[in-house]
């Protein structure tokens, strides 16, 4: 389950609808756990780098070396990422899936047509293939 402030989600669905026509992306903080609930307090946008950025997302790697650092000055880990996808699907696309690479992190997604907002954790069992997993999300 993502624990999930209500104000964060609402930023990132306004950030979402504003980004429109380009995927949105950036990292949520907080409390991680593996297995459980994680609690996301915060959230860090970062900017889409990706060469079809109305498709796809990438955040660039400084960026996302930056974001990290401030998360660890503020004592919050790495709970998981959020992206948009402008015009559906409501759920991981298979480029989300080749892209995933953080096991057991929560995966946010907000989807503008049909508007959804969802969460998935990426699981990578010993063989190496991953799938996302659907998870609960609990507004606070």
């Known amino acids: 389950m993502l624990v999930l ?3 964060v989600r609402d ?3 306004t950030r979402a609808r504003e980004g429109r026509p380009r995927e949105i992306c950036g990292i949520l903080g907080g409390d ?3 297995t459980g609930r994680s609690y996301a307090r915060s959230h860090y946008p970062a900017a889409n780098v990706a060469d079809g950025p109305r498709t796809r997302y990438r955040i660039d790697p400084e960026e996302q070396l930056e974001v990290f650092e401030r998360l660890e000055d503020r004592g919050e880990e790495i709970v998981g990422f959020y992206h ?3 015009r559906g699907p ?3 696309s298979d480029t ?3 892209n ?3 096991p057991d992190r929560s995966y946010l997604i907000v989807s503008l047509e049909p508007f959804e907002v969802g969460s998935w954790r990426w699981r990578e069992p010993g063989g190496g293939d991953g799938r996302f997993e659907r998870e609960e999300i609990a507004l606070e």
Do not use: F, G
Request: charged share 25%; aromatic share 10%.
């Open 5 to 7: 402030p209500a104000d």
């Open 11 to 13: 930023a990132i669905v």
């Open 32 to 34: 991680y756990e593996k």
């Open 84 to 86: 948009s996808h402008p």
């Open 90 to 92: 409501p759920r991981p």
């Open 96 to 98: 989300d899936a080749a």
């Open 100 to 102: 995933a690479t953080w």
